[in-house]
């Protein structure tokens, strides 16, 4: 029994005839007619009574023909598992990624990924920066996305692009009502911050006080600060739509900040999968400075 036969005993009984599943097929009908014989001959069951021109299903062509479908799709699958691996597409990639960018973004560009790559197996770990050199090291993820500060950036992690910051609050917020807002202003504020885990301890990176609220994730600062519990500094890309339907007020400053920008941290052997995230990734950033 060979796929080829059972390809053409799925298109017969899917057209009705043999003439009809060689017109849409393109195969020869007598190629057809032999490909379904054979393999009448190897099972030893007619999968068809015929009576003229005319064919139906037997009882037992009936029963096996899910199983044939069946059979095709695995068939199908081991042809795509090996021409993946001829051309070096991975089965599997462990992504550590932070959430400076939107969510929606991610969404598109993981469907998308899926759609051109269906048989690998996709893993993303949301998880702030400074962690991420620890997670490539022990293997757990194959390549991680993050937003650096120059001076926060691992000798391992490469650019991808420079970021423009923001400092935000709410427009109700005592802040959004100053026309410029200096160090002293900030401090009165509570601080909405990114905090990490740096040896076993959590960590905020608060900029001018010690009255922060820190969490692991941007998009949640960003709401605590929508939400008027205070100042932040945030990436563009996230906080541009907010800004533009004005749930959120860019403040207005002189001060000197540190320059941002998202970096990747790789393992060994970047393949296929992984670059194309590389270049998605990368063609955002440049549509969106």
Known sequence: MRAEQV????EVTEHGSFAAAARQSGIKRSTL???VHAL???LGVALFERSGNSLTLTAVGESVLPD??????SASRIKKHCHQHLQGVENQLCIARDDALPERFWRQVMHDLKQQFPLTAISVYLVPPQEHSQFILRQTVDIAFGLYTAEGVVTSAANLAPVGMRL?????????????????????????????????KLVSEALFSANYLGFTMFEVIRDAVINGTGWALLPYPLVKEALKKKT????????????????????ENLGVVATALLNNVARFLGNTR
């Open 7 to 10: 390809q053409a005993f799925v």
């Open 33 to 35: 007619s032999a490909a």
């Open 40 to 42: 009448e001959d190897s």
């Open 68 to 73: 044939c479908y069946r059979l095709l799709t």
């Open 168 to 200: 935000v609050a709410s427009p109700q917020h005592p802040l959004s009502r100053l026309p410029s807002v200096n160090r002293d202003d900030l401090a009165q504020y509570t601080q909405v911050c990114l905090t990490h885990i740096q040896d076993d």
């Open 248 to 267: 959120l007020c860019a403040l207005n400053h002189d001060l000197a900040l540190d320059s941002h920008y998202y970096r990747y941290v790789e393992g």
